[in-house]
């Protein structure tokens, strides 16, 4: 069984509830996903929040084609677009942005353990961030390598019927081949472009993550920000480690 770890922190001048991120995992399951809510959009965070957490509660099968993730994102958009209508403000803005949805990047695995290790299958959509790290060698980086290969115009899911599948089309199947000691961190943008850029640098991150802690999280990315390597933006890592053989 693997330990997983979560770690987040808000925009610089933000208070704690604007975080619109969210995070959930299962240990004991081994479900974990992130997903990070498109602040231009209406209730981007409770968006995020329910797309994690309906992952955790019922998580689609994965396969490629993500014919059943599909199906899974039009359900639970569905349900959360009645539920945003009934509770939209009374003004035109208010009522016309729940109708155009809310929407978020988001990344979710499933890992399956065996005698020497195991798999994984996931599902990654947008800038979302899926690394898989063995010692200091990053051996899948989803969606890119390149700290630089980031825009402001990520592939989203969206809760509104407007769009018919939900931006389900843009998911991307990731699958890979576990070893003991292992580490797999899942991360939305901002945190995603930083790691990637202090790799190329030389100092990954995976190379000291085990020691993080949430005290150490929150000092790291005041650092970072500080020393223009992480934009100021919502932040959001979590870290799943794999036991090594005894």
């Given amino acids: 069984m693997p330990t997983i770890r979560a770690f987040w922190a808000p925009k610089a001048a933000a208070h704690e509830r604007e975080w619109e991120d969210a995070a959930a995992y299962d240990e004991a399951?081994?479900?974990?996903?992130?997903?990070?809510?498109?602040s231009s959009s209406y209730r981007a965070g409770?968006?995020?929040?329910?797309?994690?957490?309906?992952?955790l509660?019922?998580?689609?099968?994965?396969?490629?084609?993500?014919?059943?993730?599909?199906?899974?994102?039009?359900?639970?958009?569905?349900?959360?677009?009645?539920?945003?209508?009934?509770?939209?403000?009374?003004?035109?803005?208010?009522?016309?942005?729940s109708r155009r949805g809310s929407f978020a990047t988001f990344v979710g695995i499933m890992l399956m353990s065996g005698a020497?290790?195991?798999?994984?299958?996931?599902?990654?959509v947008g800038d979302a961030c899926l690394f898989h790290t063995r010692?200091?060698?990053l051996v899948t980086a989803v969606p890119t390598r390149d700290a630089e290969g980031f825009d402001s115009t990520p592939d989203l899911l969206g809760s509104s019927a407007y769009q018919e599948?939900?931006?389900a089309e843009a998911g991307v199947y990731c699958e890979g081949i576990v070893e003991p000691g292992d580490v797999l961190y899942l991360t939305t943008d901002a945190m995603?472009?930083?790691?990637?850029?202090?790799?190329?640098?030389?100092?990954?991150?995976w190379r000291a993550g085990q020691?993080?802690?949430?005290?150490?999280?929150?000092?790291?990315?005041?650092?970072?920000?500080?020393?223009?390597?992480?934009?100021?933006?919502?932040?959001?890592l979590v870290r799943v480690e794999t036991k090594e053989s005894p």
């Fill in 29 to 38: 399951r081994q479900v974990v996903a992130v997903a990070d809510g498109a």
């Fill in 46 to 55: 409770v968006w995020s929040s329910r797309l994690v957490e309906e992952f």
């Fill in 57 to 97: 509660d019922q998580p689609p099968q994965l396969a490629p084609g993500l014919i059943a993730f599909h199906e899974w994102v039009a359900h639970v958009a569905d349900g959360f677009q009645s539920a945003s209508e009934a509770v939209s403000e009374t003004s035109w803005y208010a009522s016309d942005a």
């Fill in 116 to 124: 020497n290790g195991g798999r994984f299958v996931g599902v990654q």
């Fill in 135 to 137: 010692g200091d060698q």
């Fill in 165 to 167: 599948s939900h931006g």
């Fill in 192 to 205: 995603g472009s930083a790691m990637l850029a202090l790799a190329e640098a030389g100092q990954p991150i």
């Fill in 211 to 236: 020691d993080l802690g949430p005290r150490r999280f929150r000092t790291m990315v005041h650092e970072l920000r500080t020393a223009d390597v992480l934009e100021d933006d919502d932040v959001t």
